[in-house]
């Protein structure tokens, strides 16, 4: 009996040290009549969020809910997060929240929040905001997201994390370096992110977290001075953003030119003719096609498309390979790019030339023809000239796609794969019928574009690519 009391004793602890209840504002100092947003983060299996009437004097609206799902140490944590939001109108104190999590009661901190006239300047110990270089813009319109640290009076090197803000529908495009610099007294650390929405509507990029490390010297029992490190989180504002459908039919914006680049304009009779189409500028690259003319008469082959950045700019290079096989001379016809323009406000049209290709060895006029002429000749019906020549014209394509069908099938057996999650989802998004294909299409959507953190079923991914991938 004392073994069992003393487990339903541990029991009981470890479910109280897996329990976490914190409270956060995203500023601690406003103007008057700022909005302020307080975060309530809970951790556990059973818990009811309290009845919060007002903050601060202000009546609140229901709070919007989300769950974050992270990796901790190789464990999977899972927070509840609820966001209220108020005016500050006068420094006022927020005092303890109480919420009961797997039979254990819990209190956030006491928070303060301070508020300053229009003509006070804030001269605070640390600043973090969150700034977007356009709020108003287009599905698919690329924009800049700063984050910016500051610390006042720092003579040493700042130990800093940035942890990415969670974003509703919205595609992280790049990330790029902190940059470290000083503003009067404060040492500044900023790092931008390149973002492009994926849906129209009123969006949200909630608060950015940066961690700031802080090292103290403590003994330790044995009486030795250690140095311990500890970790404080500073939370930065909330941006909305307003974003507009692009006209219909159109899925590219931005600012681009295309080009159709050859080796050349000759090629041997069954040879494959290689084709280069290049687009380049500013723009949603990442929602550009496959493109595959269809040509009469002519075997198409299209590779991957590739995304690469121009060197000391930032445009941005999109390129794919095409493969032409016949065995009569042929035409590649225009390749056509319709966007939308930014700075015009109107749908443009892009189109390469057409570029005819000379096959030596092959005839300007119709093998079906000269075959049908010469079984005439020979007194042969229309009808079995056609199904001989038909015969013959299979068997030389098999000759023919041989090489190729081994490159094609390499190409597409490397072309979606269960780690590519984007290629993943192209694929599926045309079987959505099926009730399985929608359950992982969703999953999917949440993890490219929502920021979820729950894991794929691999086994399930596979099993569905198995399906359907040809």
């Not at 690329?142 to 969670?166: G, Y």
Request: proline share 3%.
């Amino acid at each position: 009996m004392k073994n069992l009391g003393s487990v339903i004793f541990l029991l009981l602890f470890t479910a109280t040290l897996q329990a976490n209840v914190t409270a956060v504002t995203d500023k601690s100092r406003v103007q008057k009549g700022e909005t302020v947003t307080l975060t309530l983060s809970i951790e556990g299996e059973n818990f009811s969020v309290p009845a919060i009437k007002s903050f601060c004097g202000t009546e609140l609206p229901r709070p919007e809910h989300r769950r974050k799902i992270e990796e901790v140490e190789g464990a999977f944590q899972k927070t509840e997060l609820y966001s209220f939001r108020f005016e500050a109108r006068s420094d006022c104190t927020i005092e303890p929240i109480l919420v009961e999590v797997d039979g254990v009661e819990h209190y956030t901190p006491l928070l303060r929040v301070s508020v300053y006239e229009d003509d006070v300047q804030r001269d605070e110990e640390t600043i973090l905001e969150l700034r977007s270089s356009k709020t108003d813009l287009y599905v698919g319109e690329p924009f800049e997201l700063e984050v910016i640290f500051k610390k006042r009076d720092v003579h040493e090197e700042i130990v800093t994390l940035f942890v990415t803000p969670e974003m509703e529908h919205v595609w992280i495009k790049k990330i790029y370096d902190v940059i470290n610099s000083k503003d009067g007294n404060y040492s500044v650390q900023k790092r931008r992110y390149l973002l492009a929405p994926q849906q129209a509507g009123d969006l949200r990029v909630y608060p950015a977290e940066v961690k700031v490390a802080y090292d103290e010297n403590e003994r330790d029992s044995w009486g030795d001075l250690k140095t311990k490190r500890y970790w404080q989180s500073h939370y930065s504002n909330t941006l909305d953003i307003h974003v507009k459908a692009l006209p219909e039919g159109v899925t590219a914006v931005g600012d681009f030119t295309i080009e159709m680049k050859i080796d050349t304009n000759e090629v041997a009779v069954n040879t494959p003719l290689s084709a280069r189409i290049i687009i380049q500028g500013r723009g949603n690259f990442e929602d550009i096609s496959l493109i595959k003319p269809a040509i009469n008469g002519v075997n198409v082959f299209a590779e991957d498309p590739t995304l690469e950045k121009i060197a000391d700019s930032d445009q941005e290079r999109w390129s794919q390979t095409l493969g032409f096989v016949s065995d009569n001379n042929f035409t590649i016809s225009p390749i056509t790019l319709e966007y939308f323009d930014l700075k015009e406000r109107r749908i443009k049209t892009l189109q390469t030339e057409a570029i005819p290709i000379h096959t030596i060895g092959g005839s300007k006029v119709s093998n079906v023809t000269k075959m049908i002429d010469k079984q005439k000749s020979e007194g042969i019906t229309m009808e079995w000239a056609i199904a001989m020549y038909v015969l013959g014209f299979i068997s030389a394509a098999v000759l023919l796609i041989v090489p190729w069908k081994r490159y094609i099938k390499r190409k597409q057996t490397a072309k979606v794969s269960t780690s590519d999650y984007k290629r993943v989802l192209s694929l599926l998004l045309t079987h959505k019928d099926d009730e399985d294909v929608q359950e992982m299409v969703e999953a999917l959507e949440d993890h490219l574009y929502n920021g979820s953190k729950e894991v794929i079923d691999q086994k399930e991914l596979k099993k569905l690519l198995s399906r359907y991938q040809k």
